[in-house]
């Protein structure tokens, strides 16, 4: 059984600092893509951060270029999401998911594997 677990969410100041990881387990995940995406209240999830299989591409959204860092460890099964200078405009639940290729992509029916996912919380 497939199953994917973050952790390293919570509470933040702004212009403070978080790392966010994704565990995956019950296959090896080494030759797909991995990405975060995040859905604030009200809102619908949008992309955050993609890195390809060997972690030698990766892509952000505008909104976090420069200040999010997504990484991979393969020997671990693990991504990670770097958030520095938070901002409120951050604050949502923030979700791991695996792709269907090799390749990172923005778009979220690419992704076949989901984890529950982590709130983290920005305040001014």
């Known amino acids: 059984q497939v199953q994917l677990v973050e952790s390293g969410g919570g509470l933040v100041q702004a212009g403070g600092s978080l790392r966010l990881s994704c565990a995956a387990s019950g296959r090896t995940f080494s030759n797909y893509a991995m990405g975060w995406f995040r859905q604030a209240p009200g809102k619908g999830r949008e992309f955050v951060a993609a890195?390809?299989?060997?972690?030698?591409?990766?892509r952000y959204a505008d909104s976090v270029k420069g200040r999010f860092t997504i990484s991979r460890d393969n020997a671990k099964n693990t991504v990670y999401l770097q958030m520095n200078s938070l901002k409120p405009e951050d604050t949502a639940v923030y979700y791991c998911a695996v792709a269907r290729t090799g390749s990172g992509t923005q778009v979220s029916r690419s992704y076949d594997y989901w984890g529950q996912g982590t709130q983290v919380t920005v305040s001014s």
């Open positions: 890195i390809s299989w060997s972690g030698g591409n990766t």
